[in-house]
C-alpha cells in the first residue's frame, strides 16, 4: 500500500424538513482542526475533506477509492444521520440509505467508517451487513461533546497511519479524551468530574464481536499527509462576527432564492440585520462552491449616485476603471462568466433615494448581462425582474441568543433575574442593532438598571418632538438604545462621548489620520474604546464607520457649531489630498478618491455655503482638483452642480485663479455634453483669467481645449493656430507633456 485514503465528510443543515433551526456547527473550524491533525504525521496519506450531501459522497466514490470513511455531524436516537441536501437543509440518511450507497459503488474499499455523530450507534449496528471490518460510533444512549470527539479523533488518525492496531489506535484515543485538558475543564465548570470519563465511554467499537486487532496501514512509506481541501468560491466577504447568531430559516430561504432567481431583493429597516445576513449567504455559497467566478461584496453605502456605483463595482473586481464610464460598458466586461458570478450589492437606500432611475438602468444592464445579484436596501428598488425577500426581526430564542453572546462580550455572568432578561428582549422587539448596543451596556448595568434604563428612555422617545410621529413607535426600541449607549458613554468616558456623534460627519468612515488632521490630535484613539463598546465598525485596516441608522440618529446631536468648527481643517486637508491624487497617475489614487468621495462631498456642501476665506476657496480648489475623476466617471449629474457652487464660491472670495480653473472645468462639461458654443465661452472666460493672474500653464490647457473644440467643429486653421499658441506656451514652461499633446 503506497499511501492510505481518507474521506472526511462534514455535515451541518440550517434547519430540518419541518423549517426548524437545526443546531449549527462551525464546520470551517472542524475541516481546519480536520487538517491540523494530519500537519505532524510523517505517512504518505491523501486526506479528502467534503461537505455531507449525499450526492457528494456518491460522486466521490464512483470516481476513488478509500480506505476510511468520517462523517461529522448531528445524529438523532432513531438511528438518522443529519446530512445536507445541498441547499442547506437537513437530509436524513437512515442506515439503510447509507448501506445503499455503499453498496451501488461496491463497498469503494472502505475498510473502517467513524460516525462522529451523537447516538450513531444505532445505525452502525446496520454497516455491519456491507462487510465493514471497523466502525466507531457514539452510543446511541449518548451524546458526545465536541471537545471530546476532537480529542479522539486527533489521535485515533495518527496511530492508524503509524502501524498501530484499529483496537490500539482506538484505546489510545479514548484514552486521550479522558485525559483532555478542556474536556476535564469543563467538567470541573460542570460539577461533573468525572466527565472526561463519560466521554470516553461514549465511543464503541462495531461489530462487538469482531477482531480489530488488524493492522490497516503495516508498511505506509514515509511522507506528508496531503488534505485535499472542499473547492470554494473566491470572495471578498468578511470572516463572519463572532456573534453572529440565528437566522438558519432566513438564510435557507435566502439561499433557495438565490439558487431559483438572478436577482434576489432583501429589504427590512436599518438595523434589521440585512447586510450581515447577506454577507453569511455569500460565505455559504462561497465555501461550497456555489458561483465558481465569485461571490463579491459591493459596499455602497453613503453612495449617492450611479457612476460612483459603478466605479466601486469596477473596483471591488479588479476591473479596469475605465470600463465603468457607463451602464453598457460595465456590463460588456462582466458578461464573460457573468453567470457564475454573483454580486452583493449592499445598502442601496442612498443611491435608492438620490438616483432610483439611474440605478434601475444599472441594475438592468447587469441582469441583461447575465449577472447574478443579491441587492440589500430599506425599499425596493424594482425596475428588474427580482425574488423580493422581507427580512423581519428575530424570534425567539434567537433573539436571547444574541442578547446573550453580546452581553458575554461586556462582562462574565450576568446580573438580574429571568423576568428582566424576558422583559428586556421584549422591549429590543428582536431588533438587532437595538439587541447589540443594549446588550453592551451591561458592562455598567445589572439586567434590572437596564430594564428600568430602556423603559425611561422609551418614554421620552415617544415624547420627543424631533422624531416624526410615524417613527416614534416604529423605531422606539433602537432610538431608546442608542440614546441610552450615549448616556452610558458620556459617563464612562466623556472624550469618547464626544466623539461618537462626530463620527456622523463622515458618511464614508474615518481613518486616525483623518481624525488627527481633521478633529485634532486628541481624538485619533478613541476610535477603539468605540468599537469595543459596539457603537462603530471598525474595519481591519483601522477604518471606523457608522452604521446608517446609527448616523442618522447621531446627527441630531452633532453640537450645533460643528460643521463650522471643523470645516475649515476638513476643506484644507481634502485640498492637499485631492491635488496630490487627482491627477490619477499615483499608484491608489483612484481608490483613495473613490472611498473618500462621499466625505469630500460631505464637506463641500459645507464649504460652497460658509468658506470664508478670502484669496484663496478650498471648495473650489477640491471641485477643480476633483476634475480627472470625474471625468472617469463621465461627468456625473452632481459635478455640473459642484462647480456651479464652486464657481460662485471662488469668486466671493476673490480667488480669480480658481475661479480660471472652474471655468475651464466647466467648458469641460460642456464639450462632454457636445455644448460647443457654450464650451468655448467657458473656455474664452478661464483664458482671460488665466492671463490676469499670470498662470501660463493654465492659459496653455485652455488654448489646447479651444482647438480641440475647434477641430470638433471642423475649423482646422483656427484650431492649428490655437495649437500653436498652446504648444510655446508649453514649451516656455517647460511641460514636455503637454508640448507632446
Known amino acids: 500500500m503506497n499511501r492510505a485514503n481518507i474521506l472526511f465528510l462534514a455535515a451541518s443543515p440550517l434547519v430540518d424538513y419541518q423549517d426548524r433551526p437545526v443546531s449549527p456547527l462551525n464546520l470551517e473550524d472542524e475541516i481546519r482542526q480536520v487538517c491540523r491533525w494530519m500537519e505532524n504525521v510523517d505517512r504518505s496519506a491523501v486526506l479528502t475533506v467534503e461537505w455531507g450531501v449525499p450526492a457528494t459522497l456518491l460522486g466521490l466514490l464512483t470516481r476513488r477509492r478509500f480506505d476510511i470513511l468520517h462523517f461529522f455531524g448531528h445524529g438523532s436516537p432513531d438511528g438518522q444521520l443529519a446530512w445536507e441536501d445541498g441547499y442547506g437543509a437537513l437530509f436524513p440518511l437512515t442506515a439503510d440509505d447509507l448501506k445503499g450507497l455503499l453498496a ?55 496511530a492508524l497511519l503509524n502501524g498501530h492496531t484499529v483496537s490500539g489506535a482506538f484505546e489510545i484515543a479514548r484514552a486521550a479524551v479522558r485525559v483532555d485538558a478542556l474536556t476535564r475543564e469543563l467538567g470541573w465548570a460542570c460539577q461533573q468530574p468525572e466527565l472526561a470519563d463519560l466521554q470516553a465511554a461514549c465511543f464503541l467499537f462495531l461489530p462487538t464481536d469482531a477482531d480489530h486487532d488488524e493492522v490497516l496501514f503495516p508498511d505506509l512509506p514515509a511522507g506528508q499527509v496531503h488534505v485535499e481541501r472542499p473547492l470554494a468560491s473566491p470572495h471578498n466577504l468578511p470572516v463572519r462576527p463572532e456573534t453572529f447568531t440565528g437566522r438558519a430559516r432566513e438564510l435557507r430561504r435566502l439561499i433557495l432564492h438565490l439558487r431559483d432567481h438572478r436577482a434576489v431583493e432583501m429589504t427590512g429597516f436599518g438595523g434589521i440585520g440585512k447586510s450581515e445576513l447577506a454577507r453569511e449567504a455569500g460565505r455559504w455559497l462561497a465555501a461550497r462552491h456555489f458561483f465558481p467566478a465569485g461571490i463579491y461584496l459591493v459596499d455602497l453605502q453613503a453612495i449617492p449616485n450611479v457612476g460612483e456605483a459603478r466605479l466601486r463595482i469596477a473596483m471591488t473586481l479588479g476591473l479596469d476603471p475605465a470600463l465603468s464610464t457607463s451602464d453598457e460598458s460595465l456590463a460588456r466586461a462582466l458578461r464573460e462568466q457573468a453567470d457564475e458570478r454573483l454580486l452583493i450589492l449592499d445598502d442601496l437606500d442612498e443611491l435608492t433615494a438620490a438616483d432610483r432611475l439611474g440605478l434601475r438602468g444599472l441594475l438592468q444592464a447587469l441582469h441583461d448581462a447575465g449577472m447574478h445579484l443579491l441587492l440589500t436596501t430599506r425599499e425596493r428598488v424594482r425596475g428588474i425582474p427580482a425574488q423580493h425577500y422581507e427580512l423581519s426581526r428575530l424570534h425567539p430564542p434567537e433573539d436571547a441568543d444574541l442578547f446573550l453572546r453580546w452581553a458575554g462580550l461586556a462582562r462574565e455572568g450576568l446580573m438580574g433575574k429571568e423576568d428582566d432578561l424576558l422583559a428586556i428582549l421584549e422591549f429590543l422587539d428582536g431588533w438587532p442593532l437595538a439587541i447589540r448596543l443594549a446588550a453592551s451596556l451591561l458592562a455598567d448595568l445589572s439586567l434590572s438598571d437596564l430594564r428600568q434604563e430602556l423603559e425611561q428612555a422609551g418614554e421620552e422617545i415617544l415624547a420627543d418632538p424631533d422624531i416624526p410621529p410615524a417613527e416614534r413607535d416604529r423605531t422606539r426600541s433602537l432610538n431608546a438604545s442608542v440614546e441610552l449607549s450615549l448616556k452610558w458613554l458620556r459617563a464612562r468616558d466623556p472624550d469618547a462621548a464626544d466623539l461618537y456623534p462626530l463620527l456622523a460627519l463622515f458618511p464614508a468612515g ?66 492637499r489630498l485631492v491635488r496630490h491624487h487627482g491627477s490619477l497617475l499615483l499608484p491608489g489614487s483612484i481608490s483613495f478618491l473613490e472611498e473618500e468621495l462621499p466625505n469630500i462631498h460631505a464637506w463641500l456642501d459645507w464649504g460652497y455655503e460658509r468658506e470664508r476665506t478670502q484669496g484663496h476657496s478650498p471648495s473650489a480648489s477640491v471641485t477643480t482638483g476633483l476634475r480627472n475623476f470625474y471625468m472617469l466617471l463621465d461627468w456625473p449629474r452632481e459635478s455640473w452642480e459642484n462647480l456651479q457652487r464652486a464657481l460662485a464660491a471662488a469668486r466671493r472670495a476673490g480667488d480669480r485663479a480658481e475661479e480660471a480653473n472652474t471655468r475651464k472645468a466647466i467648458g469641460d462639461v460642456q464639450r462632454f455634453r457636445d455644448e460647443y458654443d457654450a464650451a468655448l465661452e467657458s473656455y474664452q472666460q478661464a483664458l482671460g483669467l488665466y492671463r490676469a493672474v499670470g498662470d501660463r500653464l493654465g492659459e496653455a490647457n485652455t488654448l489646447q481645449a479651444i482647438g480641440d473644440v475647434q477641430r470638433f467643429r471642423d475649423e482646422y486653421d483656427a484650431a492649428l493656430e490655437s495649437y500653436q499658441q498652446a504648444l510655446g506656451l508649453y514649451r516656455a514652461v517647460g511641460d514636455r507633456l503637454g508640448e507632446a499633446n
Open 104 to 158: 451501488a459503488c461496491g463497498g469503494a474499499g472502505i475498510r473502517l467508517v467513524f460516525l462522529a455523530a451523537c447516538h450513531s450507534a444505532a445505525l452502525a449496528q446496520s454497516l455491519t451487513e456491507p462487510e465493514i471490518p471497523h466502525i466507531v460510533a457514539i452510543d446511541a444512549k449518548q451524546t458526545v461533546l465536541k471537545l471530546a470527539a476532537s480529542a479522539f479523533a486527533r489521535h485515533f488518525y495518527p
Open 510 to 575: 474615518v481613518n486616525r489620520e483623518i481624525l488627527e488632521e481633521i478633529l485634532g490630535v486628541e481624538w485619533k484613539w478613541l476610535i477603539r474604546v468605540l468599537h469595543r463598546l459596539s457603537l462603530v465598525e471598525l474595519s481591519p485596516w483601522e477604518r471606523a464607520r457608522l452604521l446608517m441608522p446609527l448616523r442618522t440618529h447621531l446627527a441630531r446631536h452633532l453640537p450645533p457649531n460643528a460643521r463650522d468648527r471643523y470645516g475649515p481643517a476638513a476643506l484644507s486637508y481634502y485640498d
